[in-house]
């Protein structure tokens, strides 16, 4: 089984210029699942497909075993527009929203 | 006795298990560990059988678009298979065709091999692989998916996304 630490660590010898190097199993600690979220400008450059084979290829051993992988990869500048564009998504419904929702019900559908 | 062996990761094509498995032997021997040792034993190579070779080469040549999922287009399994789906339907991609990787386990493990991607789901476009979930979702927020889609024919030039239909009503 591996871990969240393992993966960090492993890819922070490849990106240690990286901004952001966040991974977080969404396994609930089973270390089957995990979400990748990489900054770095040594994407630049690499289409989609290419960051992510990058990836693979590094985890190849840790692939084995891992069920599912999220993998958000970019670079810098294209990570600064993402928070911006949120940023700004956050400030518009704030403005908008005049009355609370109703609260929604616990049972599910 | 425990042997340490080094295994380089080499780059081979992912239709071709014969090749790789050649250049592992070569690497081994050169590190002076012989055919029938313990540790050689050990090493298993999978790879993908012929017919779910030929069923996949098939699916990829006479679709011009599909995708290698769990479940149908109609009933996804698994979440990262739906939002595929969903984003191609949003697309104005109507007739998906899929192939139901959890009916066939040679077929979910040989797509694997065959891309050489270790994760369903997986869109291939006119025998290109294009990416899974995370690639597509990229694109889509892009707008390179769509111009890949009217590029390839899958989608008429003319054809909107749902957003810029609602867009101009």
Known sequence: ?109 | MCVSISIPIIDYEASDPPALRTATHRSLEAQGIKGGSAAYQFISIRSITAKAKATIDDAVKQNDLVVFMKGTPDEPMCGFSRAVVQILQMHGVDEIAGVDCLQDPEIREGIKEYTDWPTIPQVYVKGEFIGGCDVMVQMHQSGELHELLVKEGVLKPEAETEQESEKKE
Do not use: W
């Not at chain 1, 993966?7 to 609930?28: H, N, P, R, Y």
């Not at chain 1, 990489?38 to 084995?64: A, C, N, Y």
């Not at chain 1, 564009?85 to 929702?101: G, I, N, P, Q």
């Open chain 1, 1 to 109: 089984m591996v871990s969240a630490e393992e993966i960090c660590g492993k890819l922070q010898k490849t990106f240690d210029d990286a901004m952001v190097l966040e991974v977080e199993d969404k396994s609930g600690g089973c270390g089957n699942s995990f979400e990748l979220l990489i900054v770095s400008d040594q994407f630049d450059k690499m289409t989609p497909l290419g960051r992510q084979r990058q990836i693979h290829t590094l985890l190849r051993e840790e692939m084995k075993t891992i069920h599912a992988l999220t993998q958000r990869l970019y670079t810098v500048a294209q990570y600064e527009k993402k928070q911006k564009e949120k940023a700004e998504d956050a400030d518009t419904d704030a403005a908008t929203t005049k009355e609370k929702l109703p609260s929604r019900s616990n049972s599910q559908q």
